[in-house]
């Protein structure tokens, strides 16, 4: 009997500080946020795939409008090619850490507002969700972080509508 509590003390210490990293995740991320940390931001979110969700998200949110509109809708693939080719070289250009810490530090409209954790929890073993409610939004911002080999990563962000017209307009 003696001999199962080391092993037990460590399978609970290993799942206690699997359920409790995303949550130390969420803190370092806050904190980066807050001390206008690039390098931090940068290790803590998988750029590359967020930028590629907001693409589709303002992509699906320009283009769903006119073919409401419009019954026809014959230049869609040319549509859609063209308005994701746009948005995508602005999303490169301006979806990086560097750019949200510059707008932190200005005071910029367009950065997120003071945002609070409204849920967190695990979709799957390898996925965990967040909601954030943000002052002056309505809707949720909402991020899902993926265990990629031993560390939680921010891979997908879906902004409010309210953002996400700003960004397909522009402004």
Do not use: H
Not at 6 to 17: E, H, Q, R, S
Not at 24 to 48: C, E, F, G, I, K
Not at 65 to 89: D, H, K
Request: charged share 25%; aromatic share 8%; hydrophobic share 45%.
């Amino acid at each position: 009997m003696r001999a199962r509590w080391p092993v037990l003390a460590t399978c609970m210490a290993l799942g206690a500080g699997y359920l409790g990293y995303p949550y130390v995740v969420l803190y370092r991320l806050d904190t980066a946020m807050r001390q206008s940390d690039a390098p931090a931001l940068r290790s803590l979110v998988d750029w590359y795939a967020v930028r590629e969700g907001l693409k589709e998200d303002i992509c699906d949110r320009v283009l769903d409008e006119p073919a409401n509109a419009r019954p026809g809708n014959e230049l869609a693939p040319f549509g859609s090619g063209f308005v994701r080719g746009i948005t995508g070289n602005a999303l490169d250009r301006t979806v990086t850490p560097e750019t949200l810490v510059s707008m932190i530090r200005t005071g910029d409209a367009r950065a997120p507002a003071d945002a609070r954790v409204a849920w967190a929890f695990f979709e799957n073993p390898t996925q965990f969700a967040v909601e954030l409610r943000a002052v002056g939004l309505a809707e949720p911002i909402r991020l899902v972080m993926e265990l990629q080999g031993l560390s939680w990563k921010v891979r997908r962000v879906w902004l409010p509508n309210a953002l996400l017209e700003r960004a397909g307009s522009g402004t």
